[in-house]
């Protein structure tokens, strides 16, 4: 992992030099929010839509945000030279014992910037996946938060790369389809760009709401719909969606080919108005600093 320079607690340091308490609730128990953000020629994308996500989770489960956090993304990403970078913003509730949150947090909040560039593979032949063993609960009270603590994901992934694919999609508690491991799905059905609903417990993706406005503006129909796992044998085509890896077709899934089992026509189309976005800056959003 490439050592650079980090945002930490009000501060660019170092980041061999940079650490985190033992006691630190983040690391011993995943009480934190994550974003994950991209940026394209040094500046970061939908980094108000990513600040206000963060800051609706944050209220929900009471961890307080310090002020002027888009300044300090702007300023991770410039101190580390980086014109296309993977930036990672981790807020915990800090330091504290046992599982009640503490009445006076204390938060550690940490801002990473690293060199990115998503493998050209990934959007030329699409990427496999494999049906998770674990569900994902839509009844959970953290359901809908980017929270810390991915271990059902670690290991979904092992076990689809285990098995030769790339990634792992969940189902819900009622089987529904959910989301890969990092990332929304849509499916193609009927000439209908589909994706399944917050309900399902499933992540308000930055990339995805996105990806919703594009295909209703070019006059396709897009929605949020309960999907059953056979939707994925009549669909043409299906793929997933993040900021890292933008639009990427999901060619085969449980060893069934997607449609053609190449990727599609919607996807692509998707990802080149996607791509013009990100050029535009006309989806950057905001001027929230929290």
Do not use: Q
Request: some cysteine; glycine content about 12%.
């Amino acid at each position: 992992m490439s050592v650079g320079v980090v945002w930490m607690n009000g501060e660019l340091v170092d980041a061999a030099r940079a650490a985190i308490g033992v006691y630190d609730r983040g690391f011993l128990l995943g009480d934190g929010l994550f974003e994950t953000m991209r940026a394209y020629g040094g500046r970061v994308f939908a980094l108000g839509a990513h600040l206000e996500r963060l800051r609706r989770g944050a209220e929900r489960i009471g961890l307080p945000l310090p002020d002027g956090l888009a300044d300090a993304v702007r300023a991770t990403v410039a101190a580390n030279g980086l014109a296309d970078a993977a930036v990672r913003l981790t807020a915990s509730r800090g330091p504290g014992d046992g599982l009640a949150p503490p009445e006076a947090p204390a938060p550690t909040v940490v801002i990473t910037a690293r060199p990115y560039r998503p493998d050209p593979a990934w959007h030329e032949r699409g990427i496999r996946a494999a049906l998770a063993r674990g569900r994902l609960d839509e009844h959970r009270a953290t359901a809908g938060l980017k929270a810390l603590g991915y271990l059902e994901a670690v290991v979904a992934v092992a076990e689809a790369r285990a098995a030769g694919c790339d990634d792992a999609l969940f189902l819900d508690t009622a089987g529904h389809l959910a989301e890969a491991a990092a990332s929304n799905l849509f499916v193609v059905v009927d000439d209908e760009v589909l994706t399944p609903p917050l309900s399902c417990g499933v992540l308000p993706g930055i990339t995805r709401a996105a990806v919703l406005r594009l295909a209703a503006r070019r006059g396709w129909t897009a929605l949020e719909r309960e999907l059953a796992p056979e939707a994925l044998a009549r669909a043409t085509e299906a793929f997933l969606t993040s900021s890292l890896r933008e639009i990427v077709p999901l060619v085969e899934v449980a060893g069934r080919a997607v449609g053609t089992g190449r990727p599609g026509p919607v996807a692509r189309a998707l990802l080149a108005d996607y791509r013009d976005l990100t050029r535009d800056g006309s989806e950057e959003g905001g001027t929230d600093d929290r």
